[in-house]
């Protein structure tokens, strides 16, 4: 799961992406070269769009603001001096000319802070010596290797596409064809619409490197391709109506929510298995750190399939009637499913009750969407409302908005853009930026269908979003969703099929188990401190006595006749005053402080002040 | 002499036999009296007779003291008592009533009284029979019994052949030969056809009864499965449904004037069966109560938009304006307006009517209205499109026909494909599709203006009236809300402004949703997890323990509460404050079992150790050159570089006396002596 800041990899990805949704290229810049670059590059000639008063502008280098706060912020958080760097007989060059720049080149504290995870806010207990310089490797390493991945930050070279209008012009109303026309051929390639009308509506879904696209319609008719060339890797039709459709760990294998039993056929159209333990079908999610194909079924069971070995790990009765609403967490492989009394319940296959419920609409709930951080989901009701939660341990909605059709179909992008389906419109808010929720003020982008649309995915790594509608499928361009640097060894879109073959060896090794899966992902750098505790009850039991506990004060015996038995009593007697003094004067601070409390909640509630009182003396 | 000789050698033999000593046990020979005479040591030596225990058990002289007592019984030995098969003699004294009655009978049904075997019909019939006669009869019995065992173990093994074709041939040829022996039958005597008709028709009605060729056998079903791949099972599958279909079908006995009703009764009943069934593919939701319904109503509808086409027209009217009273009321007054309009049409074409005879001299004016009249019942749906439409529509009005049909061509094929299901009724499909045509035009061009005019709000409900169909709770947010524009999106909060309309919508949700209370229902929900998860006191309280007890007595207040354990109160929930949440606080273990529960050495709280381990040691986590520092091995060595073992020097261990290197070292002598010790042990043993 992509539960913490992945540290960037340097050559990893090594195939460049040219067709990034960006009117220009920019030059590379130079370390010679003046700070005030980004003059240049509004200079710099873009595609003839201005036809009708609006520009696709590319954003400010990112490396160049970057480095202006480096400057300013002088380092502070890196703990290396620059003169353990310097060498000094390379200071002193053959030229005699001084280093500019002396030292490691700065970092940016909040970039350094990212990639930081020791919790530090939690105060220790007082350690022994030993104790602490173990912490103080700790936090060393951690430092390090999080400065060591800021570092390499730098190597994210590619920047994410935008969307900006003219002096306040509203970007909902560039419609597709104004974008098409206006950025480069490449991404131009990337809009088009597949009528298909014969065979219903149909859900589709990218594989995870967003190379590949499959799409199912209700009537039977499968579909697998690489979008991006347009090559058909299989058509078939399978005779009997579909209602979802899935890619598993790679675009080799494809699960399909037929109307009897779960089928998995291959990219070539071959059937492989026909799963009929997962009956009746409706939606489908794979988590792909986890090797778990769940399926909501009309039964009410969710399932989990392990594809890796073919076993059902869990078959969770959800007690809610029929489930058509899922959406996985991308952050902690959470399941969530929408049910008809207004509720959102979150699931894990380790445990047979909901982790978690949540009540989030009047109505049912239509749809779910949970964002790539798993910090915001976003559901919609027959309520008509469109709701976004902070999923951060308080559940509470952020923002709330009432569509005048409600949504029935919702989807994050990676960079945080919701899409919204409905009827056979489709919505586009924005958020500020990454880490932040859309804000549902104003749609970013709006498009119109030739059908009501029965599904939406955003693609990985691409801008452009999918749209399933009972016309076909269209894929739009949507500037800014998707994520512009990609992992060369997670997810590459241009990985070839020993390059596949490979990583799926090393994903299979580092399968996560099902049982793992709980809201806190991190739960396993914690101690199970119930356990903890438990053994060391039985191991006092055991031995009679507590081994950890603090040794009752013994007095030295001391020479020159201070050691008679009187003074060693009266200085026995001393110690344990001290600790018994000691104890009350905490007991007397906590009734205080609870006092205190007290009164200041007394005088919260208690009645308003009268008018009057300003007469009392 | 020879005795004593004899018995010598006898006790020779015996005192050698016991030698070996598996006979020990010497016979002690009797020599003098005794008062004690054990049977053991009775010996019968001399007489040369064995001793047999039973003589010794008989007394010396047969007493006489038992002689009355068998004397006794030998005399009721000797007489004479009834015996049960009666003589004829005893039978004939029949003396009760009862026995003469039933002799009586007997006798009249000339069955055997005294002797059970034969009766005299069988006596007499063997007398008839001679011996030869018998044996012939006999003979031919065993011959007929002998053919049919033949017949059954042919027909067996036929059966058994599993050759599909055989069984064909052979049905076939049995079809065959029944049917020219049918045909003979007929000609030669057609009192005995008709009869044999009579039973081909039994035979039918049974075969109807049976439910047989209705996908319940086994090959059926293995042929359903193939189905799905296979053209040839497919058709396979078709042609027992046909062959079902013409089974089942009741036969018709003349009268065309029925035929023709029943053949359009059938004819609607064709078109409205697989409607149904193809409404409920294209749904695709399976067994949903909700879903069923509305696709009954559709049918319904079906039924009641198809019956206007085929009947005069004022029942037509009936149906449509039933039809308009179902609906809600917010479309009322469109709907009124539509009536009104339509009104006026139909009036104006009957007047037309009026004043031309029926037939073929309708005007195309006349006739088109009637269409479009027609039109408008069926597509009532489409609201704010009609005022528009309905002035295209009329201008359109003269468009000869012939244009007209080629769009409809064109949109037939469509419908054709969406319904891959319907393959029996393709035929009803064409037909329908001649009447459809227009309405399917007539729905298709202002879609397809919307989508090439500018994306005006009078163009949206289009889509959303396809959804219709699809979804029955969507149903009242359409008809509710007003069409989605951008402008309308563009409204920052709708609190603000629009709230009358959200006050109006919630009105509608509320009476939507008012059987259910959600939140209620939540909170509800909530408690209840509250409570079961709350620790439970423990009442150790015993009734009656120390006072009185009894029904309807309770233990007093002040003992419950001396003697319940109050349970530890746990930390506080984490959904507390959150009123709209329930968060499970129970323990994962399946997660556990992957933490630490041991805390290691320097340690001494578990926040310490955990500030350790947070951060992330995998190559996912971190870039190459932290990944490979954090894992490098503390000692590090070359390949093919020799590693010696470790002496106490090297770990800096001074020598000690205990250590046995140091001993070694110091005074090899004693060892030498020990290992000689040794040595001469071992040559010892």
């Known amino acids: 799961m992509g539960e913490m800041e992945t540290a960037p990899k340097p050559g990893r990805d090594v195939p460049p992406k040219k067709d990034k949704l960006q009117t220009k290229r920019k030059k590379p810049r130079r370390y010679w070269e003046e700070e005030t670059v980004p003059t240049t590059d509004g200079a710099s000639p873009g595609p003839p769009c201005n036809k009708k008063n609006r520009e696709l502008r590319p954003q400010r280098p990112k490396n160049a603001h970057i480095l202006k706060k480096s400057r300013i912020s002088k380092q502070p958080q890196v703990p290396k001096k620059p003169q353990e760097w310097k060498n000094p007989e390379s200071q002193r060059s053959l030229s005699g000319a001084q280093d500019p720049f002396p030292g490691p080149a700065p970092v940016p504290v909040e970039v350094v802070q990212k990639f930081c995870r020791i919790d530090k806010s939690r105060k220790l207990p007082r350690s022994k010596a030993k104790t602490r310089s173990r912490l103080e490797v700790a936090e060393a390493e951690e430092e390090e290797t999080s400065i060591k991945a800021a570092r390499s930050e730098l190597l994210l070279a590619e920047e994410p596409g935008f969307l900006e209008g003219e ?3 509203d970007t909902a109303k560039i419609c597709q064809a104004d974008i098409v026309e206006a950025v480069d051929i490449a991404s131009a390639a990337k809009h088009f619409d597949l009528n298909l009308r014969q065979f219903g509506p149909y859900r589709l879904n990218y594989s995870r490197t967003g190379r590949h696209l499959a799409f199912g319609g209700r009537r039977g008719h499968v579909a697998a391709l690489d979008w991006v060339t347009k090559k058909l890797m299989c058509e078939i039709n399978v005779m009997e109506a579909v209602r979802d459709i899935r890619f598993l760990h790679s675009e080799a294998l494809l699960a399909v929510a037929q109307n009897r039993w779960l089928h998995i056929y291959d990219n070539q159209g071959i059937e492989l298995h026909c799963i009929r333990r997962c009956d009746r079908v409706t939606r489908l999610e794979f988590l792909p750190f986890h090797f778990l194909l769940a399926t909501a079924s009309e039964t009410g069971f969710l399932t989990y399939l392990d594809v890796s070995v073919g076993k059902i790990v869990a078959a969770l009765n959800v007690r809610a009637g029929r489930l058509d609403v899922m959406s996985q967490n991308p952050y902690n492989a959470v399941i969530h499913l929408g049910h008809s009394n207004g509720t959102v319940s979150l ?76 009827g ?24 119109r269908l030739s059908g009501p649309v029965h599904g939406l995915q955003f693609c990985p790594f691409e801008d452009v979003l999918g749209v399933g509608h009972s016309g076909g499928v269209t894929s739009m361009l949507v500037p800014g969703a998707g994520e512009p640097n990609f992992d060369g060894l997670e997810s590459n879109p241009y990985r070839s099929r020993k390059q596949r073959q490979e990583w799926e060896v090393k994903a299979l090794l580092e399968k996560v188990p099902a049982e793992l899966i709980c809201l806190d992902p991190r739960a396993l750098a914690e101690v199970d401190v119930i356990s903890l505790e438990q053994g060391k009850k039985e191991r006092i039991e055991r031995l009679g006595y507590d081994p950890e506990a603090k040794a009752p004060f013994q007095p030295k015996p001391k020479q020159k006749g201070r050691s008679s038995t009187a003074s060693l009593v009266k200085r ?25 409390q007290k009164e200041a909640k007394a005088k919260s509630t208690g009645a308003r002040p009268s008018a009057l009182d300003r007469f009392v003396r | 002499g020879d005795n004593d000789g004899e018995r010598e050698h006898q006790k020779l033999l015996e005192a050698i036999s016991s030698l070996d000593g598996k006979n020990r046990r010497k016979l002690a020979e009797r020599s003098e009296a005794s008062l004690k005479v054990s ?119 036929e059966k058994k052949i599993k050759s599909k074709k055989y069984h064909k041939v052979v049905k076939k040829g049995k079809a065959k030969k029944a049917l020219k022996e049918f045909e003979q039958l007929r000609k030669v005597n057609p009192a005995a056809a008709l009869e044999e008709l009579e039973k081909i028709e039994k035979a039918r009605m049974m075969e109807r009864m049976s439910l047989k060729h209705q996908n319940s056998g086994k090959w059926a079903k293995s042929k359903a499965i193939m189905a799905k791949y296979d053209l040839e099972a497919r058709q396979a599958m078709q042609e027992q449904l046909a062959k079902n279909k013409e089974l089942t079908q009741k036969l018709q006995v003349a009268s ?89 049409l139909r009036k104006r074409s009957e007047l037309s009517q009026d004043a031309e005879p029926a037939g073929s001299q309708e005007t195309k004016d006349s006739s088109s209205q009637e269409v479009l009249s027609e039109l408008r019942v069926l597509s009532q749906k ?74 005006t709000p009078n163009n949206r409900p289009d889509a959303p009236k396809k959804k219709k169909k699809e979804q029955m709770i969507d149903l009242q947010n359409l008809l509710t809300t007003q069409s989605p524009s951008v402008k309308s999106l563009a409204v920052p909060t709708i609190e603000e402004l629009e709230d009358e309309e959200e006050r109006n919508q919630r009105q509608m949700i509320k009476e939507a949703f008012a059987g259910d209370d959600v939140i209620r229902d939540f909170l509800k929900e909530k408690r209840e997890a509250v409570e079961a998860s709350k620790p439970k006191d423990v009442d150790l309280t015993l009734p009656g323990w120390g006072e009185w007890g009894g029904v309807g007595l309770k233990p007093s207040a002040k003992k419950r509460r001396r003697f319940l354990i109050k349970a530890p109160e746990g930390p506080p929930r984490k959904d507390k404050n959150l009123p709209n949440v329930i968060i499970n606080e129970k323990r994962n273990i399946h997660t556990a079992a992957h933490q630490v529960r041991v805390l290691p050495y320097p340690f001494t709280h578990h926040w310490q150790f955990e500030r350790t381990i947070q951060t992330p040691i995998g190559s996912t986590w971190n870039t190459q050159r932290a990944f490979q ?11 093919g570089h020799i590693i010696n073992p470790i002496k106490a020097e090297d770990v800096g261990y001074r020598s000690s006396s205990r250590s046995d290197l140091s001993v070694i070292q110091r005074n090899p002598k004693r060892i030498t002596t020990r290992h000689k010790k040794q040595l001469k042990k071992s040559s010892v043993d």
């Open chain 2, 629 to 639: 520092k954090l894992t490098t091995p503390k000692v590090v060595t070359k390949p």
């Open chain 1, 572 to 596: 026995k007697r001393k110690v344990m005053d001290e600790e018994h003094r000691d104890k009350v004067r905490q007991s007397l601070q906590q009734q205080q402080q609870q006092q205190q």
């Open chain 1, 167 to 169: 002096d306040g012009e």
């Open chain 2, 256 to 344: 065309e004037s029925e035929e023709e009703e029943g053949g359009t009764e059938e004819k609607v009943e064709e078109l409205l069966v697989p409607d149904v069934v193809n409404e409920v593919q294209m749904n695709a939701d399976g067994p949903n109560p909700w879903m069923l319904r509305s696709c009954t109503s559709d049918t319904k509808e079906a039924a009641t938009q198809e019956d206007p086409e085929q009947l005069p027209e004022p029942e037509a009217h009936e149906v449509s304006e039933s039809e308009g009273e179902d609906r809600p009321v917010a479309e009322e007054e469109i709907l009124l307006r539509e009536f009104e309009e339509r009104r006026s």
């Open chain 2, 39 to 157: 049977e053991f040591n009775v010996s019968s030596e001399g007489s040369g007779e064995k001793l047999v225990l039973a003589d010794l058990l008989e007394p010396v002289k047969t007493s006489s003291s038992l002689a009355t007592v068998k004397k006794q019984l030998n005399r009721v030995k000797s007489k004479k008592t009834v015996e049960l098969p009666l003589n004829k003699e005893e039978i004939e004294r029949a003396r009760t009533p009862l026995e003469q009655e039933i002799f009586n009978l007997l006798h009249k049904n000339k069955q055997p009284v005294a002797d059970p075997l034969l009766t005299p019909v069988e006596k007499a019939s063997l007398q008839a029979m001679s011996l030869e006669e018998a044996k012939m009869r006999r003979a031919e019995l065993q011959r007929a019994r002998a053919l049919q065992s033949y017949y059954e173990a042919k027909a067996r093994r």
């Open chain 1, 347 to 422: 699931w894990s296959p380790a445990m047979k009750e909901p982790l978690a419920k949540i009540l989030c609409h009047r109505g049912g709930v239509r749809a779910v969407a949970v964002d790539s951080t798993g910090t915001y989901m976003a559901t919609s009701g027959l309520d008509h409302q469109l709701k976004i939660f902070d999923l951060r341990g308080t559940y509470q909605p952020l923002s709330t908005r009432t569509l005048p059709h409600g949504a029935g179909h919702l989807a994050f992008s990676q960079r945080g853009l919701l899409v919204a389906g409905m």
């Open chain 2, 382 to 455: 489409l609201k704010e499109n009609d005022q528009s439409r309905k002035q295209k529509a009329s201008s359109e009005g003269t468009i000869p026909q012939v244009q007209r049909e080629e769009p409809a061509t064109e949109e037939e094929e469509p419908l054709l494909l969406q319904r891959p299901e319907r393959v029996q009724t393709l035929e009803e499909l064409e037909e329908l599709g001649k009447e459809e045509c227009f309405q399917n035009k007539e729905l298709s061009r202002p879609v397809l203006e919307g989508q090439q005019s500018e994306r």
């Open chain 1, 424 to 447: 056979d419109v489709v919505n586009i808010w924005a958020g500020q930026g990454k880490a932040s929720p859309p804000s549902l003020e104003q749609p970013y982008l709006t498009h």
